[in-house]
C-alpha cells in the first residue's frame, strides 16, 4: 500500500534563516506531488506541483521554493523565513492527469511558526 | 473571489441532529471530491461525486452532486461526537483540470 511521510510535524524558526521541509512517498511510481499551505482551520491554497522529477510549477509567487530531486521526495524550502510564512504545510500525491486525476492523499502536514 | 463557496462555514450542533452542508459555485467541474480533516492531521477522501446528480452514501453520510455539476452537498444523519471535523469539498474544473477548494466548514457535534 501507498504511503506519504512528511517531517518534521512541528517546527519553530526565526524569522530569516532557512527551511526545508521534506515529503517522500512509498509504494508507487512517477506520482504527481503537491505542497498545499493551510490557514487556521481553513481551506487550501497551493502552493507548487510537479508532476516528475525537476519539474515544478509555481501557483502563488513567494518566499517559497520547492524541488523534486527524486521521483518519490518532494522538498519546500526557503532561504529566509518571514513571519507571513507561518502556517500548516501539507504535502499530497495523486495518480493521472495532474490535478484532475485522483484524489489527493495527504501527509499528516507541518505546523510552521515564524517568530 | 472564491471559485467554491461552502456554508456555513462554522456549525455546532447537538449529537442526534442532522445537518447539511453545501458547496456552491458558478463554475461547472468535471468531478468534485469530499474530504474531512481532524485537527493536526491532512485531510482524507470522504468521496468523489462525478455525475451530475449522482448520490453517494457512505453509513450516515449522503453526498450529491448537482444537476449542472456546480454544487454539492453533504448531509449527515443522527450526527455523532465522533463526526466533528473540518469538512472541505474540491471541485476538479472542467478544461484546466485544476482542483479547487472551497474554504471548508468547521463541525462540532456536542455530545
Do not use: M
Not at chain 2, 468535471?30 to 457512505?58: F, M
Request: proline fraction near 5%; hydrophobic fraction near 35%; aromatic fraction near 8%.
Amino acid at each position: 500500500s501507498q504511503t506519504i511521510h512528511q517531517w518534521p510535524a512541528t517546527l519553530v524558526q526565526p524569522v530569516g534563516s532557512p527551511l526545508s521541509l521534506e515529503c517522500t512517498v512509498e509504494g508507487t511510481s512517477n506520482p504527481n506531488l503537491y505542497w498545499y499551505r493551510q490557514a487556521a482551520g481553513r481551506g487550501l491554497q497551493l502552493l507548487f506541483y510537479s508532476v516528475g522529477i525537476g519539474q515544478i510549477s509555481s501557483e502563488v509567487p513567494q518566499n517559497l521554493s520547492a524541488s523534486r530531486p527524486q521521483d518519490r521526495q518532494f522538498i519546500l524550502s526557503s532561504k529566509k523565513l518571514l513571519l507571513s510564512d507561518s502556517g500548516f504545510y501539507l504535502c499530497a500525491w495523486n495518480r493521472g492527469a495532474g490535478q484532475g486525476g485522483s484524489p489527493l492523499h495527504f501527509g499528516n502536514g507541518t505546523r510552521l511558526t515564524v517568530t | 473571489t472564491q471559485l467554491l463557496e461552502q456554508s456555513p462555514q462554522f456549525l455546532s450542533i447537538q449529537e442526534g441532529e442532522n445537518l447539511t452542508v453545501y458547496c456552491n459555485s458558478s463554475s461547472v467541474f468535471s468531478s468534485l471530491q469530499w474530504y474531512r480533516q481532524e485537527p493536526g492531521e491532512g485531510p482524507v477522501l470522504l468521496v468523489t461525486v462525478v455525475t451530475g446528480g449522482e448520490v453517494k452514501k457512505l453509513k450516515r453520510l449522503t453526498f450529491q452532486f448537482g444537476d449542472a455539476r456546480k454544487d454539492s452537498s453533504l448531509h449527515i444523519t443522527a450526527a455523532q461526537p465522533g463526526d466533528t471535523g473540518l469538512y472541505l469539498c474540491a471541485g476538479v474544473t472542467q478544461g484546466a483540470q485544476k482542483l479547487v477548494f472551497g474554504q471548508g466548514t468547521r463541525l462540532t457535534i456536542n455530545p
